[in-house]
């Protein structure tokens, strides 16, 4: 069974650094790329950027570029975002997806709170 | 702001059927699948539509997606309480060079 399982919720303070994590098992973890979705409290789903465990090779959204960092462990089948100076702003609900491809983003991890405030 | 449009919001009665449009451009919807996604209150998304038409093993036939030019539908018939939930498209856009998803429509059941 593929499951994507993800940390758990974190409350931070803004300047703080933060690494959150997604964790994969029932599948080849470095034949599909894992993907970060960001969920604003009451907002939409907006795309952040792509890793290829593979090859670690990475893309990201225009938005996201340079605000984050996305990495990822094969030996152990985790994908991470990493902050290193957190904001207000980056509060959000999480997601790490499974893309297949044409067959879309078929498997979310259970999302990831993160709430940065003084 | 997406450059993908949905409404924001859509109703329907039980048993009625409904549709929830998306409308892009000739960088995403008129090159690339359209791939549609339920969000139930307070869960992660869960695809529902992937290359524009197709069902994942498990989702009912009473949800179908349609694409023609640079427009895609998302139709659901026989609406149940059940269906109340946010929806949203997603599609990979050539001049982003990244995926993108529309605003949202949420799903009334009255």
């Known amino acids: 069974e593929v499951q994507l399982v993800q940390s758990g919720a974190v409350v931070k303070k803004p300047g703080e650094s933060l690494r959150i994590s997604c964790q994969a098992s029932?599948?080849?973890?470095?034949?599909?790329?894992i993907a970060w979705v960001r969920q604003m409290p009451g907002k939409g789903l907006e795309w952040m950027g792509i890793?290829?465990?593979?090859?670690?090779?990475?893309r990201y959204s225009p938005s996201f570029e340079g605000q984050v960092t996305i990495s990822v462990d094969k030996s152990i089948s985790t994908a991470s975002l990493q902050w290193t100076s957190l904001k207000a702003s980056d509060t959000a609900n999480y997601y790490c997806?499974?893309?297949?491809?044409?067959?879309?983003?078929?498997?979310w991890g259970q999302g990831t709170l993160v709430t940065v405030s003084s | 702001q997406s450059v993908l449009t949905q409404p924001p919001s859509a109703s329907g009665t039980p048993g009625q059927r409904v549709t929830i449009s998306c409308s892009g451009s000739s960088s995403n919807i008129g090159r690339n699948y359209v791939f549609w996604y339920q969000q139930l209150p307070g869960t992660a998304p869960k695809l529902l539509i992937y290359r524009n038409t197709e069902r994942p093993s498990g989702v009912p036939d009473r949800f179908s997606g349609s694409q023609s030019g640079t427009s895609a539908s998302l139709a659901i018939t026989g609406l149940r309480p059940g269906d109340e939930a946010d929806y949203y498209c997603a599609v990979w856009d050539d001049s982003l060079r990244g995926v993108v998803f529309a605003g949202g429509t949420k799903l009334t059941v009255l």
């Open positions: 890793i290829y465990p593979g090859d670690s090779d990475t």
């Open positions: 997806v499974r893309d297949n491809n044409d067959y879309g983003y078929d498997f």
């Open positions: 029932g599948y080849s973890f470095s034949t599909y790329w």
